[in-house]
């Protein structure tokens, strides 16, 4: 069996270690580069291409043929004229103010 003495020793000696590995593990850490990685570019450029261009507009459309068909259907809502106007609104000026406002942010 252990004693108690033991069991301290054990404890600091592991403590020490601990302190030392993240001593190290902060002395060689490498300078983060926010924003510096491109990896993603040409996926959200295409991205962003498709929702500015005519994927954009046929999203409008569909949205907006879905709304007519819930009016077509006897009851009547806002939503259904306010969200065919969110999409539209959203996918011709939505993309170009959350690319420039990530751009800043970064």
Do not use: N
Not at 43 to 61: C, H, P
Not at 82 to 99: E, H, L, M, R
Request: charged letters at 10%; aromatic letters at 8%; glycine letters at 14%.
């Amino acid at each position: 069996m252990e004693s108690v003495m033991q069991k301290g020793a054990r404890a600091e000696l592991a403590i020490v270690a601990l302190m030392l590995a993240l001593f190290l593990f902060l002395w060689f850490a490498g300078p983060a580069q926010a924003g510096a990685d491109t990896t993603f570019d040409t996926a959200l450029t295409k991205f962003t291409d498709f929702l500015e261009g005519s994927g954009g507009k046929i999203i409008t459309v569909l949205s907006l043929a879905g709304g007519i068909v819930a009016l077509a259907s006897g009851r009547f809502s806002m939503g259904q004229i306010a969200i065919p106007v969110g999409v539209g609104v959203g996918a011709g000026t939505g993309v170009p103010i959350v690319t420039s406002t990530l751009a800043a942010t970064i």
